[in-house]
């Protein structure tokens, strides 16, 4: 989705590490590997298992990439893009 630059690739989790979305596994991880809550993190996503996902560990939700939010039941924030993300995040 245009964000790997923000992550140390260590940072970035596939099947092999995690269980896939929906399921919570991979942000509980990376909750338990930076030492916070997971309330303390943020998912992005551009499907609703990326939403799903973020809703089962705890953490905020962002929807990108898509011009209209077809979810906004799982949605704390909607942008258009990841620069419109950028912008939102300052």
């Known amino acids: 989705i245009g964000l790997a630059d923000c992550f140390p690739v260590e940072h970035i989790l596939g ?3 995690a269980a896939p979305k929906p399921s919570p596994d991979g942000l509980l991880k990376i909750a338990s590997a930076w030492g916070v809550t997971p309330s303390e993190l943020v998912m992005v996503g551009d499907y609703r298992f990326d939403l ?3 809703r089962a560990a705890g953490a905020r939700t962002v929807l990108v990439n ?3 939010n077809p979810w906004p039941e799982l949605v704390d924030w909607h942008a258009a893009d990841c620069r419109a993300l950028k912008v939102m995040l300052g």
Do not use: A, K, S, V
Request: hydrophobic residues 10%; charged residues 55%.
């Open 15 to 17: 099947r092999d590490e």
């Open 66 to 68: 898509l011009p209209d």
């Open 52 to 54: 799903d996902c973020g």
